[in-house]
T-cell receptor
Framework: NAGVTQTPKFRVLKTGQSMTLLCAQD?????MYWYRQDPGMGLRLIHY???????AKGEVPDGYNVSRLKKQNFLLGLESAAPSQTSVYFC????????????FGPGTRLLVL | AQKVTQAQTEISVVEKEDVTLDCVYE???????LFWYKQPPSGELVFLIR??????QNEISGRYSWNFQKSTSSFNFTITASQVVDSAVYFC??????????????FGTGTRLKVLA
């Protein structure tokens, strides 16, 4: 049982490049989330999903897209990366029955030059 | 609006000292949950405790203790006899239901704790 995993762990992009961050969970959780963590700002919710095939916007969704084609995977896409998207990205998931408690992945560090 | 305030940006203590990390929250809901997470230098988020709004009992786990007071909307975290391994950033978070019924986390900005040997 690996819990929540994230791929890649670290990535460097040039402005304008695109990439996809992968989050996978093996706990059969219904809900999944993407956060970004910036210095002095805590974690902020980007997008979330309440089930396979559904997604919704969080607090800071601009510049990101997400997809939840399979229940265990939640993808975060950057179509045209900007330096302002340099951050650490955390994925989380939760049971529908206890959705108030989220389980976090190890994070992905993204640097956009 | 929901909000979590951790007014202490950084705290430095000498090993074996006790230290309290403050957390003040705002929510309109009567049902909500409060959390503390530890983020060590390695970067992962380590779950420490979950508290629901109906349980105001203080909790102790080893050197860690939590003081939940609804009257002051505070959920403070105390480390007794601090150790160098306690050095980390600590986040307080609030989880409450949105208008659509889903729960969302609101994080504080974190408190960096440095324990000096």
């Amino acid at each position: 049982n690996a819990g929540v995993t994230q791929t890649p762990k670290f990535r460097v992009l040039k402005t304008g490049q695109s990439m996809t961050l992968l989050c996978a969970q093996d706990m059969n959780h219904e809900y999944m989330y993407w956060y970004r963590q910036d210095p002095g700002m805590g974690l902020r919710l980007i997008h979330y999903s309440v089930g396979e095939g559904t997604t919704a916007k969080g607090e800071v969704p601009d510049g990101y897209n997400v997809s939840r084609l399979k229940k265990q995977n939640f993808l975060l896409g950057l179509e045209s990366a900007a330096p302002s998207q340099t951050s650490v990205y955390f994925c989380a998931s939760s049971y529908i029955q206890t959705q108030e408690t989220q389980y976090f992945g190890p994070g992905t560090r993204l640097l956009v030059l | 609006a929901q909000k979590v305030t951790q007014a202490q940006t950084e705290i430095s203590v000498v090993e074996k000292e006790d230290v309290t990390l403050d957390c003040v929250y705002e929510t309109r809901d009567t049902t909500y949950y409060l959390f503390w997470y530890k983020q060590p230098p390695s970067g992962e988020l380590v779950f420490l405790i979950r508290r629901n709004s109906f349980d105001e009992q203080n909790e102790i786990s080893g050197r860690y203790s939590w003081n939940f007071q609804k009257s002051t909307s505070s959920f403070n975290f105390t480390i007794t006899a601090s150790q160098v391994v306690d050095s980390a950033v600590y986040f307080c978070a609030l989880s409450d239901a949105t208008t659509s019924g889903t729960y969302k986390y609101i994080f504080g900005t974190g408190t960096r704790l440095k324990v000096l040997a």
